[in-house]
Structures are given as C-alpha cells and as structure tokens.
C-alpha cells in the first residue's frame, strides 16, 4: 500500500474538486491508487464540485453577525434561489459569518478555519456541500467592522432567516452614549443604507476618479447649453454638489422624514444623548451585484441540444 502523503491528497483535491479529508479518505480505501480514488469519489458523488465550479453562482444570500462593537457581513453565492432557501445552505451562511466574525472578516484565515461538527475545514465543507447539493456555491466575501467604544448595528432586508437577506448592511456608531439608543438609531441607519445606497461616507471617502467623471459628463451636458466657459464652471459645481447629496451619506436626505440631512440627525442624537456620536463607518452588500449573470436563450438550448 503507497503512502497516503500530502502531495498525494493535494493531487487527487486537483483532480477530483472533493475536499482534504475525503481525498484522505478515498486513498486510504484504495489502497493510495490514484484512479481507484478518483472512482471510489464517483461512486460518492464527491467529485462533482470541480465540474460544477465553472458555473455562474449569482443567487445565495447575504448575512450578517453583530457582538457589540463589532459586526461582520458575507455573501455566499449559489446558482439559484431555491438552493438559497434550503435549510441547509442557511445554516450554513449562519455559521460562516459567525467564523467570520471570529477572524475578523479575513476571507483566507475563514477558509481554513474548523467547520463545526465536521472534522472538515470551511473550504472543504463547502466543497462537500457543492457536491451534495449539486450546484456550484461561492464564499464570495466578507467585511468587518469595529469601533473602540460604540456600537456596530447591522440589518438585513428580504430577511429569508434571523441574520439572512438579499442586502446586508452594518453601521458604525463611535460613542460613549447608551448601547441601546445607539444600537436602535444604528438599525436606522442601516435601514436607510439599504434604501439610498450611498457610496461613501463622506466627500472625503469618495473615489476621486468617480468625481473626476462625474465632472466630465456634467462639463459636456453644460456646454450643450451653449453658456460660456466660466457660467459653465458654476454649473458643474452646483451639479457636484447634488452629486454629493446623492451620494455622500452624511449628505443625504433621511429617509425616515425625508428633509434632514443624515449628518444633521447624527448631531440631533448627539445632543440627546449627551454625549459625541460619530458616524464612523457602513457597509452595504447586495446579493449578486457586480456578478455578470448569464442570460439563457432556453429556445436557442433545446435546439442545440437537438442538434439543429
């Protein structure tokens, strides 16, 4: 009987796309012949994950995990929504952003990290799940955020399960004021997050070659108007700052009574409280955005799968 080495496990993970610890497995029960493995991984339905991983994953859930001054937001992707309502993959988004937030959001350290009750890794047991499941499923990212003293609320929209949605955004409140007023005003703010989808925090935060081509475009769309060059400069600068208030954070509309501004209702509970509070952070995660998906012409498949 060959050895059953690192080199060896790794060699048939390649192959197959099943996890360590069932590679192990697989090598020992065929006495470490590499095609017996890889057959006795068949016979298994493990060692589907590798063909199923070129599969668009867009679908899957957001979650989010809150301890007091901290709070950390995943996604984990599926291919489709049906997956993402089965109890299992929910447990286990629950359980990755709980890890995640164990290691502070670091996306490498969580993949490593022991899945609870398996004896497997997170990555491996997310291999396993793809081969059990049948779809092809994505630990996508993560993001953590902490303040010293404060509160970290977070809230979920289209909530499937406790923690679970489409979007999921976390807040950052720096103070020493009452936890609970904190934590209530931050869910507000989460909730308006959700809904206004700013881009940064503060002008500051912006990316500056968004503002850049921001100002190109509003520049072009003035001098259409046919104005001089230096009405034209005013123009652009009252457009900017609209801009801002679009998309600046503290510079938005609040949504909850749609007059004040974000920044103007921080220092009202400020002042309630007694106290500074700083808004010093969110983060907004959508399920799927950024992620082409593949649209399916269904007539044009059946006819190729025909032959025609």
Not at 2 to 26: F, W, Y
Not at 169 to 174: G, K, M, T, W
Not at 244 to 264: A, M
Request: a negative charge; one cysteine or more; glycine letters at 8%.
């Amino acid at each position: 009987m060959a050895e059953i080495t690192a080199a060896l496990v790794k060699e048939l993970r390649e192959k197959s796309g099943a996890g360590m610890m069932d590679c192990k497995k697989a090598l020992a029960e065929s006495g470490g012949d590499m095609d017996a493995a890889v057959d006795w991984l068949r016979t298994k339905g493990l060692a589907a994950a590798q063909k199923k991983s070129s599969r668009v994953a867009a679908e899957g859930l957001v979650g989010v995990e809150s301890r007091g001054n901290e709070a950390v937001v995943v996604e984990v992707n599926s291919e489709t929504d049906f997956v993402a309502r089965n109890d299992q993959f929910q447990e286990f988004v629950s359980a990755v952003a709980d890890i995640t937030l164990a290691n502070k959001g670091d996306l490498e350290a969580v993949a490593k990290a022991d899945y609870p009750g398996t004896g497997r890794s997170v990555a491996d047991e997310l291999t396993n799940r793809i081969a059990t499941i049948g779809e092809n499923m994505n630990l996508r990212r993560a993001a953590y955020l902490s303040v010293p003293k404060g509160v970290v609320a977070s809230y979920i929209h289209n909530q499937v399960a406790d923690g679970l949605g489409k979007i999921g955004v976390l807040v950052a409140l720096e103070s020493d004021g009452d936890a609970d007023k904190l934590n209530e005003f931050g869910r507000q703010v989460a909730m308006h997050v959700a809904a206004a989808a700013p881009q940064a925090l503060d002008v500051a935060s912006l990316d500056p070659a968004v503002v850049e081509k921001e100002r190109e475009v509003l520049a072009g769309q003035a001098r259409e108007s046919g104005k001089p060059e230096n009405i034209i400069e005013k123009m652009v600068e009252g457009r900017i700052r609209k801009f801002y208030e679009e998309s600046v954070l503290l510079q938005q509309v609040w949504v909850l009574d749609g007059e004040s501004r974000v920044e103007d209702v921080v220092k009202a509970l400020a002042k309630d409280l007694g106290t500074d509070v700083k808004l010093a952070g969110f983060v907004r995660y959508q399920l799927g955005e950024g992620i082409e998906k593949r649209e399916d012409d269904f007539a044009a498949e059946v006819a190729a799968a025909a032959g025609r």
